[in-house]
């Protein structure tokens, strides 16, 4: 339950911080799932149609994504044909 409303107050914020910025409101749509990341905002994605995914990365070690995976990996993967990656 306390993730669940971390994660609203998160999305909340975000969603403000878009509006400020000028985005419209009537475009956020902010949804909470839980499972692997990679595979939920896959199938989130897909199922809203998104034509751009925006995510953060952790530089980890080939053994580490070996063993932990890799959620912009899983997104590539699972989103072939409306994937932009832009990593630095």
């Given at each position: ?6 994660g609203q107050k998160a999305l ?5 911080g878009l509006i400020d910025m ?67």
């Amino acid at each position: 339950m306390q993730t669940s409303v971390a994660g609203q107050k998160a999305l909340e914020e975000a969603a403000t911080g878009l509006i400020d910025m000028a985005s419209p409101s009537g475009k956020i749509t902010a949804v909470i799932h839980f499972g692997r990341p990679g595979t939920v905002l896959a199938e989130e994605a897909l199922a809203c149609q998104a034509t751009s995914i925006f995510i953060g990365r952790r530089d980890r070690s080939r053994l580490a994504q070996t063993f932990l995976g890799s959620v912009c990996l899983d997104i590539i993967q699972s989103c072939r044909e409306r994937t932009l990656v832009l990593a630095s």
